[in-house]
């Protein structure tokens, strides 16, 4: 069975601190996906990326970025010199690939308080 | 594109009362999904449809929710008789599985929430 587990429920941090949100997951298959979302105070949920589980290169866009590790089963996130404007919570997600007809489960997601 | 569009944004209630959601998957997407999110409980899958098929709905929680897509465009969610547990803001999401850019990625509608009394 799938599983996604993010271990930090809250984090809070100063502004221009970098931040690193932790995400293990478990799954049975060999094709899968994983992604990030961010959920802002305003409640709608805002897609960040998604990997594929034959795609172990780590992506950088801004001052995000994303560590994934097949060996270790997880998928950390990173912002780099946080902002107040990064304060949300944070989904880590998993899709598995044919024979979960790509059920996505999330996370149980982790707020990030960033502290002008 | 106008996004997934859900109706209403939100809805208040009584216990007992029957309660439908709507759900506009964005077209050309062929996965829909409906989850339910709370404090408690964080964001759960309740159900999902491949092509308007139901394909899992281990999530939804009593023989009170049902869900039906009757076509491509178009998804309900009903809770009959609906109680104060059931407040919740509850999501669609539509997906496209047929290998595009955002192959599998997930567009979320605004939510509704929901409020029983």
């Known amino acids: 069975a799938q599983k996604v587990t993010q271990a930090q429920t809250e984090i809070s941090v100063v502004e221009k601190e970098d931040v690193t949100l932790d995400c293990v997951y478990e799954?049975?298959?060999?094709?899968?996906?994983l992604f990030w979302y961010k959920q802002p105070p305003s409640g709608e949920l805002v897609f960040l990326i998604r990997?594929?589980?034959?795609?172990?290169q780590n992506e950088i866009s801004g001052r995000y970025s994303w560590n994934f590790q097949k060996s270790t089963s997880s998928f950390n996130f990173t912002i780099t010199a946080s902002q107040v404007v990064d304060s949300a919570v944070y989904f880590c997600?998993?899709?598995?690939?044919?024979?979960?007809?790509?059920?996505?489960?999330f996370g149980a997601g982790t707020r990030l308080f960033v502290k002008a | 594109d106008a996004g997934v569009i859900q109706s209403p944004r939100h809805e208040v209630t009584e216990m007992g009362q029957e309660v439908t959601l709507r759900c506009k998957p964005i077209?050309?997407?062929?996965?829909l999904f409906w989850y339910r999110q709370t404090m408690m409980r964080g964001l759960e899958l309740l159900i999902y449809?491949?092509?308007?098929?139901?394909?899992?709905d281990s999530g939804m929680p009593e023989d009170r929710f049902s869900a039906k897509m009757p076509n491509a465009s178009f998804s309900t969610l009903k809770i009959q008789p609906s109680e104060p547990r059931d407040s919740a803001v509850y999501f669609c999401?539509?997906?496209?599985?047929?290998?595009?850019?955002?192959?599998?990625?997930?567009?979320f509608g605004p939510g509704t929430r929901l409020t029983v009394l």
């Open positions: 990997r594929n589980s034959f795609d172990e």
């Open positions: 997600a998993l899709s598995e690939g044919e024979t979960g007809g790509f059920k996505t489960i």
């Open positions: 449809f491949n092509n308007n098929v139901p394909i899992d």
């Open positions: 077209s050309g997407h062929n996965s």
């Open positions: 999401a539509s997906s496209s599985q047929t290998g595009s850019e955002s192959y599998n990625e997930q567009f």
């Open positions: 799954t049975r298959d060999t094709t899968y996906y």
